[in-house]
């Protein structure tokens, strides 16, 4: 459900290699000490509060300048990424765990040590002067620990299993289960790859124009991936509203639904669960009359924001979208349901701590909920087009075929390659959506989604 319209997500800036992030080198730190306190905040904010990293990012740099906040921003995210295969470094060379404000800064050191490159001594000696900052007798311990890190540390990395230590065994099992090892296992590998920056081009037959400007390459969906190239305010066509961001995974529900509806022009489409308003934009651009609706008053605030850049019009509703009915039945629903997101773990390294394998069952009854809402919301003959950026199959498919069994009124109808720019990988044997982050490792990977297209039989 998550795609990004006019920002880039805080910490969805990572690693290129599984093993080693050579290029992800960090800027150099105006007030170092204070930048890695703030990570440390942001950390803790995570693993021990629960708390999204972008809810605790703000408040934790405040007072800093925008160097060291792209610096927090990386070290947080490698450490999240990265943080099975640090703590297993730092468990050889500790013979307790220490109190947990110091577990961090060891992690933040560890992270600057193995992957980001940054020099012994000054990822040891901020490292030194914050751990003092806690207790004053435990700089030692800090200083001991990492130098060992620095001096071993590598080679300890080596021998890993990388992916398997940055998955938790509750997704590496599901995953397991639902796809097989190599999809697993390639899934996971990606998630510590650096994220591309991916824009959805307003005028979609501009993409090739746009893909030269921005230098980047125009992907057989039509997305334009870029390279991530500082900020993305400052890039060409942002100002203007030529384009937005959003994964080119997270582009395909839109153009599924578009093509369903011969390109959409004058159709009726309702977007359920909308903000930030990337599939919002993709229909209002295809000249679709849209009504997005979403629950949440600030994330409207967004699409508001968003849509006024882009100068393209929708009707925006805060409302549950459980509850909320249009004032006549529409063509079409595009219905990006609230999920676990675990597509999106390689934009969003915070995920697997925040996540649980309780979560699953009840995000599910919530989908099933609002599907069935859909189905009110379609005149008969109409379509839905269903997604989430969620990896686990109760999500997914199984969401569906409940919705299916329970309710006459619809039918799966399949999705052709033709749809999604031609890439058949995307087409599950059902005929669903069916990405994951596994594929297009010729082009850098992609975020994991699923969509299902549904109809309303007519007469019903």
Not at 11 to 31: I, L, Q, Y
Not at 219 to 238: H, S, Y
Not at 335 to 344: E, F, I, K
Not at 391 to 403: D, G, K, W
């Amino acid at each position: 459900m998550i795609d990004i319209v006019c920002m880039v997500i805080a910490f969805g800036v990572m690693t290129p290699s599984p093993n080693t992030d050579r290029s992800a080198r960090a800027p150099a730190p105006g007030d170092d000490v204070a930048a890695r306190g703030a990570a440390c905040d942001v950390l803790a904010g995570v693993l021990r509060k629960h708390r999204r990293a972008d809810d605790s990012f703000e408040l934790a740099v405040t007072s800093l300048e925008s160097r060291d906040r792209a610096f927090v921003r990386l070290l947080v995210a490698t450490t999240l990424r990265r943080l099975g295969q640090i703590d297993a470094v730092l468990d050889v060379f500790l013979t307790k765990k220490p109190a947990d404000p110091i577990i961090d800064v060891l992690r933040i050191g560890a992270a600057q040590l193995l992957f980001l490159d940054t020099p012994a001594h000054a990822a040891v000696g901020t490292a030194v002067t914050l751990a003092k900052r806690y207790h004053e007798r435990l700089g030692g311990l800090v200083n001991a620990v990492l130098r060992r890190v620095a001096e071993k540390g590598p080679a300890i990395i080596g021998d890993q299993d990388a992916a398997r230590l940055a998955t938790p065994a509750w997704l590496w099992d599901s995953w397991l289960a639902a796809y097989g090892e190599p999809v697993t296992r390639g899934t996971a590998e990606t998630h510590l790859t650096e994220p591309p920056l991916d824009i959805t081009v307003k005028d979609s037959a501009r993409g090739a124009e746009w893909a030269a400007r921005l230098e980047g390459r125009l992907l057989p969906t039509g997305t334009v991936r870029c390279k991530n190239a500082g900020r993305v305010q400052e890039l060409d066509g942002f100002a203007e509203g030529a384009w937005w961001i959003q994964d080119a995974a997270a582009a395909l529900p839109a153009k599924v639904l578009l093509h369903a509806l011969d390109g959409g022009v004058g159709k009726t489409v309702v977007d359920l669960c909308a903000a930030p308003g990337g599939k919002t934009a993709q229909l209002a651009a295809a000249g679709c009359d849209v009504t997005a609706v979403d629950i949440d008053a600030k994330r409207l605030e967004r699409v508001h924001q968003n849509l006024d850049r882009l100068h393209l019009a929708a009707n925006v509703v805060e409302a549950d979208a459980g509850m909320w009915r249009p004032p006549a039945q529409v063509d079409a629903v595009l219905l990006d349901a609230p999920c676990s997101a675990t597509g999106t773990i390689r934009r969003h390294p915070d995920l697997p701590f925040l996540k649980r394998a309780s979560d699953i069952a009840v995000l599910a009854e919530l989908q099933r909920k609002l599907l069935g809402a859909a189905v009110d919301m379609i005149k008969p003959g109409g379509i839905i087009l269903y997604s989430v950026c969620s990896l686990q199959p109760e999500e997914r498919r199984f969401a569906v075929e409940s919705v299916l069994a329970a309710d006459e009124r619809v039918t799966l109808e399949k999705i052709p390659s033709a749809a999604v720019g031609g890439e058949i990988q995307f087409i599950s044997r059902r005929g669903e959506l069916r990405c994951l982050p596994s594929q297009w490792s010729e082009h850098g990977g992609l975020d994991g989604f699923y969509g299902a297209l549904l109809r309303r039989v007519p007469n019903s």
